[in-house]
């Protein structure tokens, strides 16, 4: 099967923003593994950053987050943040990401966050035994960084100027709802007369 994405394509924001849009399971469709090979951990940053684009157009919290296959680099699960979209929780990019890659073994995969992950994604992160973390965004959160290497996780830290000045506006646009994703509508009332 021929792919629109192959070796002598050309990696550019466009083929970036087609692989965060479409559906995980559709992917090898999309690109074949000449492509994928040639993407680089900037570019599945990048695209864990457009999924947090994604969640903000939503109306939603903008994070965002793509999971790998180590040996192949092929993408086997990616998600955004959508506490507003779906009234739920902790649907946050990486339990997103993670829910889309399925049933896996994830000591075999590199997760990619557009944001520090808060204290329950990092949980998750190192109880299904992810083997790296590579974090996005530290300027605007971070602390769990240590808890994860604590547990043996290999975490890297290469911030993506965009997602940090999306997140940073968006904090500045809605602390309420920054803050409940953080710690739940209870935080947010303690804030209020």
């Not at 965002?64 to 180590?70: H, L, R, T």
């Not at 680099?73 to 739920?88: A, C, D, I, M, Y």
């Not at 973390?133 to 993506?160: F, I, Q």
Request: overall charge negative; glycine content about 8%.
């Amino acid at each position: 099967m021929k792919t629109l994405l192959n070796a002598g394509t050309e990696v550019t924001e466009a083929t970036l923003a087609a692989i965060a849009h479409m559906p995980t399971g559709s992917l090898p469709v999309l690109m074949d593994d000449d492509f994928v090979r040639r993407l680089s951990d900037a570019d599945f940053m990048r695209i864990a950053v457009l999924l947090a684009q994604k969640s903000d157009d939503e109306g939603g919290c903008p994070i965002g987050a793509v999971i790998i296959d180590n040996a192949t680099r092929r993408l086997v699960g990616k998600g955004h943040n959508t506490l507003v979209q779906e009234s739920h929780p902790y649907n946050h990019g990486e339990t997103s990401a993670m829910r889309d890659a399925g049933r896996l073994d994830f000591s075999r995969t590199t997760l990619f966050t557009s944001l520090s992950p808060c204290e329950v994604c990092a949980t998750l992160l190192y109880m299904r035994c992810v083997s790296r973390v590579v974090v996005g965004d530290v300027t605007n959160a971070s602390g769990t960084e240590t808890l994860l290497r604590d547990k043996g996780v290999r975490v890297e830290v290469l911030e993506d100027s965009r997602g940090i000045e999306l997140y940073a506006r968006f904090r500045e646009g809605n602390p309420e709802l920054d803050l409940e994703d953080w710690k739940g509508l209870s935080a947010i009332q303690t804030l209020r007369p």
